[in-house]
């Protein structure tokens, strides 16, 4: 988008923007090069970025939005929901650098209480609102915390209502909504690119994204004590600085799981997080090793 309107352009990811490849919300200069017409000449430094592990690539990382403010972890409540994928979903958009929150969809398709109840558990001081695109309600909240300028990024699992979200915050049919399975709840994947949507009225902006299944996440250890704050906090009092809290002596995460004071599958969970995190970084770390290794003698062999 441009003040003239809407443009297409080409982008050249390995060479226009140095290996920066432009992501739904980017700021970017625009060039006109002989023979291609409009490109993609340079990409801004992102003031947010949301991103995971890329599922194709066990250490790549894959930007989804940028240049957002706020981030919701979108879930509908006509399905039970896994505390470990919200808990990932909400490490995701804290790492982000925007503002968390989590929108519960279809509202009056809620069986009980007990969904709302685990999601307002595990977000614990991050705002919870619940809408239903049926009875209205949280629609204007929603906007409400967007407003002019801003950005909100919602992501979640396909079939979780996304679309029809935004389609009631727009006021028209502006995304197609697909069907959802009865046997499980599940949708099929009908928003397939992600876009960025002006709200009415300069209202702000929504950038709806595909669903998706796997949340791997990349260099995420600040925005995990952010979601597991009680749990960094306790591990401060374990004897053993190094303690993994997994049956230590002396471990306080471990004596509270026993007086009942911490769930012990939330314990499980952060864990298998923070040795996701730990792999990844070591990973990293001797992937860089390797190429400060082999540059010089790639460097010898070019002087030749």
Request: with cysteine; proline share 4%; charged share 35%.
């Amino acid at each position: 988008m441009t003040e003239d309107g809407r443009v297409r352009v080409l982008s050249d990811s390995q060479r226009a923007q140095d290996v920066i490849a432009p992501v739904t919300g980017d700021w970017v200069v625009l060039e006109e090069e002989d023979g291609l017409g409009t490109v993609v000449g340079h990409v801004f430094d992102r003031a947010t970025s949301v991103s995971r592990r890329d599922p194709a690539e066990r250490d790549l990382e894959q930007v989804l939005a940028s240049n957002v403010q706020l981030v919701a972890a979108v879930h509908g409540l006509d399905r039970p929901l896994p505390p470990g994928r919200l808990e990932r979903l909400l490490v995701l958009a804290h790492k982000s650098g925007a503002e968390p929150v989590v929108i519960l969809t279809k509202g009056d398709e809620a069986a009980d209480d007990e969904t709302e109840a685990v999601v307002r558990s595990v977000a614990r001081d991050i705002p919870v609102i619940v809408t239903s695109t049926v009875d209205g309600r949280g629609i204007d909240e929603v906007v409400g915390r967007i407003g002019p300028g801003r950005a909100l990024a919602l992501v979640g699992a396909s079939g979780v209502g996304k679309s029809s979200l935004v389609n009631a915050i727009v006021g028209e049919e502006l995304l197609e909504i697909g069907d959802v399975r009865a046997s499980d709840a599940k949708g099929r994947h009908i928003t397939t690119a992600r876009e960025l949507i002006l709200l009415p009225h300069d209202a702000g902006l929504l950038l709806d994204t595909p669903g998706i299944r796997a949340i791997g996440l990349w260099e995420a250890e600040d925005a995990l004590e952010l979601v597991f704050g009680d749990l960094e906090e306790l591990a401060t009092s374990c004897r053993f600085g190094d303690c993994a809290h997994g049956g230590e002596p002396g471990c306080a995460i471990t004596e509270a799981v026993d007086d009942g004071e911490v769930d012990g599958r939330r314990v499980d969970r952060y864990r298998a997080l923070v040795e996701e995190l730990a792999t990844q970084r070591e990973r990293e770390e001797e992937r860089e090793r390797r190429d400060r290794k082999d540059g010089p003698r790639r460097g010898r062999r070019r002087r030749r």
